[in-house]
C-alpha cells in the first residue's frame, strides 16, 4: 500500500486495513477477479483501502457510517463515488452491485441478519466478509467480540444464502457467501 494510506500513528491502529494491508489485494482478486467488470459495493469502507484495491477490476462505490472516514477516503481517492449509510438500511436499489463487500462490519452491526439480507438484496449473490479470526490474540477486539465461524453461516443461512467459504488469512478470515 502506498505511504499516503498510513500516515500517522500507524503502530497504535487496530483495524482490519492494518492487519490485512498485505492481504488486501489477495482478498480483491479472490472477490472480483472472476467477475467481467463488475460493480463492487464496500461496506464499511474506513478510508477506502479496499474500494482502492476493487478499483481495476470495476466501478466501485464505498459506504459508511462515519462521515470523518468517508470524508477522508474522499480526499484520498476522489474518482469513487463514497456514500453515507449504515450495514442494515444500504440506499440502493436491488440487484444494483455484482458483489458486495462487507469490511469488517458484521460483527458490529445491530443486527447482523439483517445487514446481510441488505448485502443480499442490493448484490446478485455474492457476498464477502472479512472478519477477525475466534481466537485470542494481541491485536483486535477481544474474544467476546469476535465471530464463531459457525455463526457466520447460521447468520447467512437466516439471511438466505446457500453457500458459506470460509478462508483463513494470516490475520483475517474472509467468508464468501454465494446464493
Given at each position: 500500500m502506498t505511504e499516503r494510506r498510513f500516515q500517522g500513528p500507524f503502530g497504535r491502529l487496530r483495524s482490519p486495513e492494518r492487519l490485512a494491508r498485505l492481504e488486501v489485494g489477495w482478498v480483491a482478486e479472490r472477490l472480483a477477479g472472476d467477475l467481467t467488470r463488475p460493480r463492487v459495493l464496500d461496506v464499511g469502507t474506513g478510508t477506502g483501502v479496499f474500494a482502492e484495491a476493487f478499483q481495476p477490476y470495476g466501478e466501485v462505490v464505498g459506504a459508511d457510517v462515519n462521515a470523518a472516514m468517508l470524508e477522508a477516503a474522499r480526499e484520498l481517492l476522489p474518482e469513487i463515488t463514497f456514500v453515507q449509510a449504515e450495514a442494515e438500511r444500504l440506499p440502493f436499489p436491488d440487484h444494483s452491485f455484482d458483489l458486495v463487500f462487507l469490511g469488517h462490519v458484521l460483527h458490529e452491526a445491530t443486527d447482523p441478519v439483517q445487514a446481510l439480507r441488505e448485502s443480499r438484496r442490493v448484490?446478485?449473490?455474492?457476498?464477502?466478509?472479512?472478519?477477525?479470526?475466534?481466537?485470542?490474540?494481541?491485536?483486535?477486539?477481544?474474544?467476546?467480540?469476535?465471530?464463531?465461524?459457525?455463526?457466520?453461516?447460521?447468520?447467512?443461512?437466516?439471511?438466505?444464502?446457500?453457500?458459506?467459504?470460509?478462508?483463513?488469512?494470516?490475520?483475517?478470515?474472509l467468508y464468501v457467501l454465494e446464493g
Open positions: 448484490g446478485r449473490g455474492r457476498v464477502g466478509v472479512l472478519e477477525w479470526p475466534f481466537r485470542e490474540e494481541p491485536q483486535g477486539p477481544p474474544l467476546a467480540h469476535r465471530l464463531r465461524p459457525e455463526t457466520v453461516r447460521t447468520l447467512a443461512a437466516e439471511a438466505g444464502f446457500s453457500a458459506v467459504r470460509e478462508e483463513p488469512l494470516t490475520s483475517m478470515v
